[in-house]
């Protein structure tokens, strides 16, 4: 007889787990979604002429999963890299180019650094003794922010890595666990003394002659949005049950733990196995009567609610074309803007799709900033628009504008995140075999990392015997 998973949460998460699930023998497999479309946070609708994605707009190419996910789709030759490597920072007050050698804002070569004009002659110096500096190599998990400012000083962390990883995270790196949202550097920092050397040495491999370097992000030209419709096709296909509109209200082990009964406003069905793959605030709701502990986990952890605006300009309005994928701006600087995607220079599809706009993407809102969520749609718009007068001496007006927002969307890893999340799954494991959990929330925010959680929850789930 075959055996009924539920994946509750049709993000990257969940549809990656149907995707592992979908040709296992003795499993039907259903996705219940609270919306009217899968994806979750990766979503691309049409703006203008264009597919905007109004979520997330690229994927990490170090790590394999993404990559993996969509050659198995069959969509892995379509995936492009961005024409610039190279983006700005707003500091003292001019955007400067980003220097060379950075790893993940750790200096390596202080002579770019010092080019940049990025940091002061104090900051600059202070940052150049750290290989000198004592200490011991990291143990454990401890805050990013800690750790850089004690080797590298204020500077390096607030102009460079917090604009950079805190960026990512919307989130603000001196509460942040570096083994969550650096884990590069928490490797580096766990075998290195000085984090510029360690740095030194793991540096990205120049490209030999006549070779391009790998990508080092990559999305799709269609928008992201396009993994979405693939992994729809190919579950569909499989004959897994994708159901829409279909917010899950509860989740109760059914009678003598048979499995778990899963309530929907249409009623109360069975389930025999249970993937919970929905952001932490409805996996804390959900799993409150089954597991209050893990329950008691999700709510504890903060999230960041972040606005993403697009706006898109006419070509005559740049006399010079933009040169860089965009910039980033630190906390502390007074701007809504925490970055700005300079979306046609950095795609060239974006460029040929639309060669006469060009379409800027900004980001505003991190943890402890709610200015741009307060504002209303025109006034954040008419603020961000005169934001860009002051960072990149923008002052035409956008021809279209699009705003959309992202409540509670990123969640913050304090530090011993990872260990709570391995401690949580062991517990689940053995008092609640059958129920798996993946998501954002438990691995990392990062597309790959969403998806392995996911196809993790999912060979788990699948690898138990008849429960
Ligand atoms: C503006 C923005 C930019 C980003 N940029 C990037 C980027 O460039 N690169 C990158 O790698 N990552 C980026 N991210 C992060 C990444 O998009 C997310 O971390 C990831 O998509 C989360 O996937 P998920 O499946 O865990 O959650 P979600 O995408 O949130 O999916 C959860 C799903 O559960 C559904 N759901 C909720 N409640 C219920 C319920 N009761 N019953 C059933 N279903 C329910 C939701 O509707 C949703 O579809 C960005 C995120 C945002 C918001």
């Known amino acids: 007889m075959s055996e009924r998973v539920v994946i509750i949460g049709g993000g990257i998460a969940g549809l990656a787990a149907a995707h592992e699930l979908a040709d296992r023998p003795g499993l039907t497999v259903t996705v219940l979604e609270s919306s009217e479309r899968l994806g979750g946070k990766l979503h691309t609708e049409p703006f203008g002429d264009l597919a905007l994605d109004t979520g997330p707009d690229a994927f990490l190419a170090r790590r394999p999963e993404a990559i993996t996910l969509c050659r198995e789709l069959g969509i892995d030759g379509e995936l492009v890299s961005p024409n610039h490597g190279t983006a700005h920072l707003w500091s003292r007050g001019r955007l400067r180019r980003l220097p060379a050698g950075l790893m993940l804002g750790i200096p390596t070569d202080f002579i770019a650094v010092a080019r940049s004009g990025i940091l002061s002659i104090g900051g600059l110096l202070r940052a150049a003794v750290e290989p000198l500096l004592p200490g011991g190599t990291l143990q454990g998990d401890v805050a990013l922010g800690a750790l850089v400012r004690r080797r590298l000083g204020d500077e390096v962390h607030e102009r460079l890595v917090d604009p950079l990883v805190g960026g990512i995270n919307a989130g603000d790196t001196d509460q942040l666990g570096i083994r969550s949202v650096a884990p590069q550097l928490a490797d580096l920092a766990a075998s290195h003394r000085s984090l510029v050397i360690g740095s030194r040495r793991h540096r990205p491999p120049k490209a030999a002659p006549g070779q391009p370097l790998p990508p080092v992000f990559l999305t799709h030209p269609a928008g992201l949005g396009r993994i979405v419709e693939a992994l729809d096709d190919r ?233």
């Open 235 to 467: 579950l569909t296909r499989a004959g897994v049950e994708l159901r829409l509109a279909s917010p899950v209200i509860g989740l109760a082990r059914a009678h003598e733990g048979q499995g778990f009964s899963v309530e929907t406003h249409r009623g109360v069905e069975h389930a025999d196995r249970v993937i919970v793959a929905t952001p932490a605030p409805v996996t804390a709701r959900l799993l409150a009567s089954i597991a209050p502990d893990a329950a008691g986990f999700f709510e504890s952890i903060e999230h960041a609610s972040v606005v993403l605006v697009a706006l898109s300009y006419a070509r005559g309005d740049f006399p010079e074309p933009l040169d860089g994928s965009g910039f980033l701006v630190p906390r502390g600087e007074g701007f809504l803007t925490t970055a700005c995607s300079w979306v046609s220079s950095k795609w060239a599809h974006v460029e040929a799709g639309a060669p006469n706009r060009v379409l800027l993407r900004i980001s505003a809102g991190r943890v402890g900033d709610e200015r741009a969520m307060a504002l209303d749609d025109a006034g954040l718009v008419a603020r961000l628009a005169s934001e860009l007068g002051q960072l990149m001496n923008l002052t035409a007006t956008p021809i279209e504008t699009r705003v959309t927002r992202w409540p509670e969307a990123f969640p913050q890893f304090a530090p011993g995140h990872l260990d709570r999340v391995r401690a949580m799954k062991v517990v689940i494991g053995e008092s609640i075999p059958g129920l798996a959990l993946a998501g954002a929330a438990l691995g990392g925010v990062g597309i790959p990392a969403c998806i392995q959680s996911g196809r993790q929850a999912a060979a788990g789930l699948a690898a138990l015997g008849n429960p």
